[in-house]
């Protein structure tokens, strides 16, 4: 069973501000599940789940890459200045980042494409495949980085230009972290494993950009070696990232989930008593989740009521779960056993 996700209201107003919401159609959604009231907004139309995230997400890929192009771009006219290494390796990968743009927007565009007889789930996993080529790409900016780093310590150099040296680590921070707001709203948005794991990393990037301050006043101060110092603890911080974003795309990639994904099923089915869960599974397929769920009924429960209640219980599911694509519901033998699901609690913390 599923069903097109509706837009929230302010989804819709967020498409319509940069031009994705007013094309053909635009829409207000359900508003979510209250407890209190069990109220709901009103509908007047449901965008295509998958164009409006896509949408979004390649506007969040296009401002990145031009952002981060202008900062790599600044920062390398003042590594040409000042011979600074720490700079080099910030440069190197922001200019790492900015290429991390086009895997992720091949990914988006693959991802618009409808299933086929051949991908009858669409291609959705290709933001998975997307995140392990930028893990790829971050490694190698780590590689190249650390290699400067150990051969200006071996090897020392005179850096000079020190005031365009920190302003140039102030402008990196800045882009960083304009990135990363960019990257990280939208990824939650629409749910994308890569996008946000490829925000934090920006966020982290900001801090080393100011770490390049930080070198600049060591030098000023009699420290030379202050320099290649900070570009090795750079190249130690990327190295941190790549072992961060393998460890979220892998999981995405092994069908993994948040751990509070199954409860969050318990919970929505807590709203409709006859509905007794006993197998719950869930898995990501791109920025859209799966779910496939067993529920236990009486043998003698005529066909029309089981029916009742699965539909009671998807509309719940789709409630609480905005990022929900498609809930596959079946009915099992009220003394079906499902040893997993033993102990498990219908809220499960909420």
């Not at 707001?181 to 994308?192: A, D, M, P």
């Not at 995405?252 to 989930?257: E, Q, T």
């Not at 905005?322 to 609690?345: F, T």
């Amino acid at each position: 069973m599923s069903r097109q996700i509706p837009v929230s209201r302010l989804g819709a107003h967020i498409l319509d501000w940069f031009g994705f919401g007013s094309r053909d159609h635009a829409a207000h959604g359900h508003g979510h599940h209250h407890h209190a009231s069990g109220s709901h907004g009103h509908t007047h139309g449901v965008i295509d789940a998958t164009i409006a995230t896509t949408d979004r997400g390649i506007w969040a890929i296009k401002w990145s890459f031009v952002i981060l192009a202008i900062t790599a771009a600044l920062q390398m006219v003042v590594v040409a200045l000042s011979g600074s290494v720490a700079l080099l390796a910030d440069t190197i990968h922001n200019i790492g980042d900015a290429t991390t743009a086009i895997p992720l927007w091949i990914a988006f565009m693959l991802a618009r494409r409808k299933p086929s007889p051949t991908f009858t789930y669409g291609l959705g996993r290709v933001e998975d495949l997307a995140g392990i080529i930028i893990v790829g790409i971050i490694l190698l900016s780590a590689i190249v980085a650390g290699y400067q780093a150990i051969d200006r310590l071996i090897n020392p150099r005179v850096v000079t230009h020190l005031g365009w040296l920190a302003a140039a680590g102030l402008v990196g921070f800045l882009g960083n972290e304009a990135v990363a707001v960019f990257r990280i709203r939208v990824g939650r948005e629409i749910n994308s494993a890569a996008l946000i794991a490829d925000g934090y990393h920006a966020r982290t990037d900001g801090l080393t950009s100011l770490a390049v301050v930080i070198g600049a006043l060591g030098v000023w101060l009699g420290f030379p070696l202050a320099d290649p110092i900070v570009g090795l603890l750079i190249t130690l911080a990327i190295f941190g990232i790549v072992w961060q974003s393998a460890g979220s795309v892998l999981t995405r990639m092994l069908d993994g989930i948040e751990p509070g994904t199954i409860g969050e099923i318990h919970h929505a089915a807590a709203h409709v008593p006859a509905a007794r869960i006993v197998d719950a599974k869930a898995r990501w397929i791109g920025h859209k989740l799966h779910a496939d769920i067993a529920i236990a009924v009486e043998e003698s429960l005529p066909v029309c009521e089981a029916k009742k209640i699965t539909a009671a219980l998807e509309h719940e599911l789709f409630e609480h779960m905005p990022a929900l694509a498609a809930a596959n519901i079946r009915l099992a033998s009220a003394d079906a056993d499902y040893p997993h699901e033993h102990g498990h609690g219908e809220h499960d913390g909420h």
